[in-house]
């Protein structure tokens, strides 16, 4: 099966913990975007990456740390800097030749919570 | 920075009725623009885009979007619902190719309840 996986389904953080959250495409995908999503609040970019070992702030990267060393993965890292990551964490792609005008398509999501 | 705004936070109608969620975008450039919907349990999934061209999209399974430019708009509608589109539905848009974070702004959402 083509996709995006992400791992685990639920997270649980204690305070001062960092905690890292997966993201594997086998969608041969140059991009890929790290999405936080609140209630009521909608979809907020953290991170994303065009390019293996090249990646940009969104506009909520603060507390947040990631990677790109493979094409296939982008993983976040949610560091204890981050006041408030309780949140549902949604991992996308896309094909990445015409930047803007494709279709991001959407893993299964990963529920944070803080203990 | 462009930001969009989704007008109704929850909308209750009827099976066959008619339906239409606002989105106004604000953002001086080329935009594209994006609805995408989230059914219970599902991944979030892409309905309709538009990059350029004829302003009146088509999507999957009966969705349809228009957009204006003179209104910042880019209303989604649906002739006759189904208790089957209950879900959640997100606007999105990002800048013109070549300009500006390639992420998308999503509006906060819309929570669609179809009762039967």
């Known amino acids: 099966d083509g996709g995006i996986t992400q791992s685990p389904k639920y997270l649980f953080r204690k305070e001062g913990q960092n905690v890292t959250l997966s993201c594997e495409q086998n969608?041969?995908?140059?991009?890929m975007y790290w999405y936080r999503q609140d209630p009521g609040q909608g979809l907020r970019l953290i991170y994303y990456s065009q390019i293996v070992n090249d990646f940009q702030k969104g506009d909520i990267a603060e507390g947040y740390s990631v990677s790109r060393e493979k094409k296939e993965s982008f993983p976040l890292t949610v560091t204890s800097a981050q006041k408030n990551p309780t949140a549902f964490y949604l991992c996308?792609?896309?094909?990445?030749?015409?930047?803007?005008?494709?279709?991001?398509?959407f893993g299964p999501g990963t529920r944070l919570l803080v203990l | 920075a462009q930001s969009v705004s989704q007008h109704n936070h929850h909308v209750i109608l009827s099976e066959a009725a008619s339906l239409e969620l606002g989105c106004n975008y604000s953002y001086g450039g080329t935009v594209n623009l994006f609805w995408y919907v989230q059914y219970p349990g599902q991944h979030l999934q892409l309905l309709l885009k538009y990059f350029s061209g004829d302003p009146l999209v088509k999507g999957i399974k009966g969705f349809e979007a228009e957009f204006i430019k003179s209104k910042f708009s880019f209303n989604l509608r649906k002739p006759s619902v189904q208790w089957s589109d209950t879900a959640e539905y997100f606007c999105a848009v990002n800048a013109g190719s070549g300009g500006g974070a390639d992420g998308l702004t999503f509006g906060k959402g819309t929570h669609l309840i179809i009762q039967p």
């Open positions: 996308a792609s896309s094909i990445g030749l015409r930047r803007g005008q494709e279709t991001q398509y």
């Open positions: 969608l041969n995908h140059d991009a």
